[in-house]
């Protein structure tokens, strides 16, 4: 049996949600459809815990939420994790670091190993590979906004609770 674990994910607007997912359908259009979770929005996600924290993140989620406004941020250039994963990442602004520190406090130690993205494919390499000069050729740089926290479990996905930003 997989390990389950949960997962908060900061959830772009529509407005972003229909920027990514023209991407995606060109990608689709080409040929690629990858192995990435369907079914779930564009998202950062902020960190993964443990599922006995379930009730504690619900918390967690509700009095941060109340605390945070939306965060305005530029996607703006292509990524890769290796050559299995291809996205799309921000340059990064000091509220959304705050908000992921607001989940995750003591993750680094005296380093931050979180990387904001929004992934577009995930494939074996020699698919990234083809899929890289597509994605390149199309993209354009975005301003893009998040608005709420959203709570799964995975695997399989199980949608837990969304919250909205003030």
């Given at each position: 049996?997989?390990?389950k674990?949960?997962?908060?994910?900061?959830?772009?607007?529509?407005e972003?949600?229909?920027?990514?997912?023209?991407y995606?359908?060109?990608?689709?259009?080409?040929?690629?459809?990858?192995?990435?979770?369907?079914?779930?929005?564009?998202?950062?996600?902020?960190?993964?815990?443990?599922?006995?924290?379930?009730?504690?993140l619900?918390?967690?989620?509700?009095?941060?939420c109340?605390?945070?406004?939306?965060?305005?941020?530029?996607?703006?250039?292509?990524?890769?994790?290796?050559l299995k994963?291809?996205?799309?990442a921000p340059?990064?602004n000091?509220?959304?670091?705050?908000?992921q520190?607001s989940?995750?406090?003591?993750?680094?130690?005296?380093?931050?190993?979180?990387?904001?993205?929004?992934?577009l494919?995930?494939?074996?390499?020699?698919?990234?590979?083809?899929?890289?000069?597509?994605?390149?050729?199309?993209f354009?740089p975005?301003?893009?906004?998040?608005?709420?926290?959203?709570?799964?479990?995975?695997?399989p996905?199980?949608?837990?609770?969304k919250?909205n930003?003030?």
């Amino acid at each position: 049996m997989q390990d389950k674990a949960l997962s908060l994910i900061a959830v772009f607007d529509d407005e972003t949600q229909n920027l990514l997912a023209g991407y995606y359908d060109i990608l689709v259009t080409n040929g690629f459809t990858g192995n990435q979770t369907k079914n779930i929005p564009y998202h950062f996600t902020l960190g993964s815990r443990d599922i006995v924290c379930e009730n504690q993140l619900i918390d967690e989620i509700d009095k941060i939420c109340a605390e945070t406004d939306c965060i305005e941020i530029k996607l703006d250039y292509i990524g890769l994790f290796g050559l299995k994963v291809l996205f799309i990442a921000p340059n990064m602004n000091f509220e959304l670091l705050k908000l992921q520190n607001s989940f995750f406090a003591g993750c680094g130690a005296g380093y931050h190993p979180w990387t904001a993205h929004a992934t577009l494919l995930l494939d074996e390499p020699e698919v990234i590979l083809k899929a890289l000069p597509i994605v390149a050729e199309n993209f354009k740089p975005f301003k893009a906004r998040t608005e709420s926290i959203e709570l799964y479990e995975f695997f399989p996905a199980r949608f837990i609770k969304k919250c909205n930003f003030k």
